[in-house]
């Protein structure tokens, strides 16, 4: 067969405690770890319960693997909250976080969890880092701004960032914004151009010590780890490795099953049609970045031969914003929507469209619209309500999933379809066996080899 495991990240999971320190042998695990404490600091009992099997497997303790660990009735600032189960930054050694991940597992308290999270972020591992500060924000990101008030802002801000400045820590356009709580969410992530960052663990490393020996009160301590998780995550976003800025995308990405519901679908089928059908790719947020959707692609030459030779070539390519905001899914469905009726090679219906992550939804708003699509392959995609309408409508589906799916369990979004859709006629599970930290695995060549995706999907 062709192909290897070496070609791409697949990576093997542990469940002995000693395996939650720094080693780069046990980075994949931690990784893991530390989305699914993200998912299970969202609250939502159903999605860890969902996930019990493979919770248990990465070393979570019954309690948490069940589902009862969901914390959707803890203020989130009470995570940040005390210091008995603050990390010292002094000893942050092995021993250390393996202490601190036992503690997860017999606490089960949210402080306990965040304390994890903390020490994982300042790891010299730039996959974990990442990880880590793509949970700690969805934390942060669910406190009430109005319970951090300014006046706990302002005294602190300048002394951390003179402090920080002089450790090494970059100045983005973003920093002068800082002052204020509110302006955190309105740090514009979505360019199509950037100058990638190597990853310096030793200034990190200081600006990681730094920080936490400046740790205070309840707020200071929020306010601080706001602003050293987003400067992780503005690095980790333009860092050279792919897997590092899917990470923390996940910070970004929205949460839950949907955020908003979609119509009635009304589903076309291209079969009605005479011509000829052809067959295209959509990809998700920022994977425009990326050429494996392109003719060029690795991936789009894969399906072509022998799969689907139909693939559309043509010049006028479907492609959208790779934004996460709901205005830009709404925006991209719709004009998918349209390219099917006003590009003539695609005007007589697709046959397939293979979709990854946000594109799978792209491409459901457009089926459940009318689009004359005859099947949907999903590839790592979020399970949101358009995308269960379009299965539920009969839409013909393959989909295709990591065993779990770090960047979505970072970002406390299903990853599964529920059950009784998974069992329709119409949809065709295929799950990757063997885990990977990889959010775009789904869409890679060796992986479709080594797991046979196309016999199993029957495509």
């Given at each position: 067969m062709e192909g290897s495991a070496k070609d791409f990240d697949f990576v093997e999971v542990f469940a002995d405690p000693s395996t939650a320190s720094a080693e780069p042998a046990f980075e994949g695990s931690n990784v893991f770890r530390v989305a699914a404490l993200s998912t299970i600091l969202g609250g939502d009992r159903q999605?860890?319960?969902?996930?019990t099997s493979d919770l248990l497997a990465l070393g979570f303790s019954p309690g948490l693997s069940s589902g009862e660990g969901g914390w959707s009735d803890t203020d989130p600032a009470e995570s940040f909250a005390g210091s008995e189960d603050r990390p010292s930054t002094r000893?942050?050694?092995a021993g250390n976080r393996v202490a601190l991940w036992q503690r997860v597992n017999e606490a089960m308290t949210p402080r306990?969890?965040?304390a994890?999270?903390?020490?994982?972020l300042g790891s010299r591992l730039e996959r974990e880092s990442t990880a880590a500060a793509a949970a700690l924000w969805r934390q942060i990101s669910m406190i009430d701004r109005r319970d951090l008030p300014l006046r706990y802002w302002r005294p602190y801000f300048w002394e951390w960032l003179y402090e920080l400045r002089a450790l090494g820590l970059p100045e983005p356009a973003w920093w002068p914004a800082l002052g204020t709580p509110s302006s955190f969410p309105n740090l514009d992530l979505d360019v199509d151009d950037f100058e990638a960052t190597e990853w310096e663990p030793d200034t990190w490393n200081a600006i990681y010590e730094r920080a936490m020996a400046l740790r205070g009160s309840r707020y200071d301590e929020t306010a601080l780890v706001s602003f050293l998780t987003l400067f992780r995550l503005n690095a980790a976003l333009r860092s050279r490795d792919r897997i590092v800025r899917s990470l923390a995308s996940a910070a970004f990405l929205p949460s839950g099953s949907s955020d908003d519901t979609p119509a009635s679908p009304r589903i076309s089928r291209p079969n009605t049609?005479?011509?000829?059908?052809v067959s295209t790719m959509v990809h998700g947020t920022r994977a425009y970045l990326g050429n494996w959707w392109r003719p060029e692609g690795t991936f789009f030459r894969f399906i072509q031969q022998p799969y689907r030779p139909n693939l559309y070539t043509g010049g006028a390519r479907f492609s959208w914003s790779g934004k996460w905001s709901k205005r830009h899914r709404e925006r991209a469905g719709r004009e998918f929507h349209e390219w099917t009726e006003d590009e003539p090679v695609a005007h007589d219906g697709l046959q397939t469209v293979f979709a990854h992550s946000y594109g799978g939804e792209i491409a459901a708003r457009?089926?459940?619209?009318?689009?004359p699509i005859d099947q949907l392959i999903l590839l790592s995609v979020p399970v949101t309500a358009h995308v269960e309408a379009a299965a539920q409508a009969g839409m013909p589906i393959v989909d295709v999933r990591l065993k779990r799916d770090p960047v979505l369990m970072l970002a406390r979004t299903r990853d599964r379809l529920t059950?009784?859709?998974?069992e329709r006629a119409n949809v065709k599970e295929v799950i990757l066996e063997q885990w990977s930290i990889d959010h775009g695995a789904s869409h890679k060549r060796e992986a479709w080899q080594i797991e046979e995706v196309a016999r199993k999907g029957a495509i």
């Open positions: 999605l860890a319960q969902d996930m000893d942050t050694p306990s969890a965040t994890f999270l903390l020490a994982v049609h005479s011509g000829t059908l457009a089926a459940n619209a009318g689009a059950q009784h859709i998974q």
